[in-house]
DNA sequence: TAACCCATGTAAAAGGTTACATGATTTC
DNA sequence: GAAATCATGTAACCTTTTACATGGGTTA
């Protein structure tokens, strides 16, 4: 149910489905991706069940906007879950598990041509969360000591993003060298084997 | 889909529901949780597809399983996903989602504890990996170019579990740390007005 | 005038969680 | 005799994905 929480959590300030979409898309997407039929839904949802209100207001450019914002019932239930454990364990990677599966083709210049495409994958990930670093804090480095505590958590959390891209990145690295040698390893074997 | 081609995956050799579930729980949950109830239904539907076959064979202790194989398109179909690209980028982390959002709180103690509990919940979780290894490889530290290749590809997974836990253990206690000083600088500022 | 951005939604299908139901055998 | 393990499944519900539908305003 952490959809629920991030919306409300985003709605500190008002805000239409397209905005909160846009921040998804522009500043979330590298821990939480959500699709705009999703966000619209469950708005629609949240304010059933008495946690949003909306007001439609007219908009400059394109039809009128339904601008959500948060009662008191929502911003309990949101502090209910910041106050909460961490919600950790759920996580599932797809590319972990087709790795550990790739060992029936018996092919390992498939398995590193793998690892050095997830790697530029993973290297197109890093940008994004440097066009988010920049977008969101600057060019420059900054001291997150000196930032509101908004954005100092959500510094936080983008430091999170790049460590463990760049983790990722690093492992690929090594594990692709580390077949290579067991390639070199199984031609040997098999140079050996038709000299015999 | 990506459930469907675990399953797939595991049934090189043939099992049951009831194996399949605990090869998840046991070696796979790390990077791919699976309930009971979902695995049932889905190897019934990838029958239903003609991706795999079953027979009901008596059981020793308990009621007569039921044991699927793959069929040859259930092969095909896998291969396919295993040369296929990696599946990256849609990874969502609650934990990450509620540290971003905790500036609403205002609350700086609140993070550091939140950190700190995250930091000990990750270190259950490095248990568990070392549980898995020592399940899969032994005690020893084993040199992977010496595995079979499914048992080294799983090596490479297990290892990047192990490294990804590790770095987000890293970054919780530089992070509290952080909290720390800024908790420090804050108090200093409360002090210095009061005192002015 | 075509493409893009603004802005809202609906609906069907797929994927996943939680709870329930049943019952034999083995181990303490 | 109770608890754990073996073993299968159904049903309701919730969450997510994919596709469709509409239409005004702005920019190249």
Redesign the pocket.
Known sequence: ????HILLGLLKEPA????LK?VFDHRIRYYW??????I??TL?RLERQGFLESTREP?????????YHRTEAGTEVLHEWLRGPPKVG?E?FAYAAQLALMGELDDLSRTRDYLLELENLLAQRLEMLDGIQRDTFGNADIDPLTLPPARFHAWLTLHLGRRMVRTRMHWCRDCAELVREREKVESEQLSAASGS
Do not use: E, F, H, T
């Not at 149910?1 to 629920?4: A, G």
């Not at 239409?16 to 905005?19: C, I, M």
């Not at 991706?33 to 999703?38: E, L, M, R």
């Open positions: 149910m952490s959809l629920d239409s489905g397209y905005d846009s991706a959500a699709d705009q039929s999703q619209y839904v629609k908009s400059d450019k394109g039809p009128p906007r339904r601008v759920d599932r």
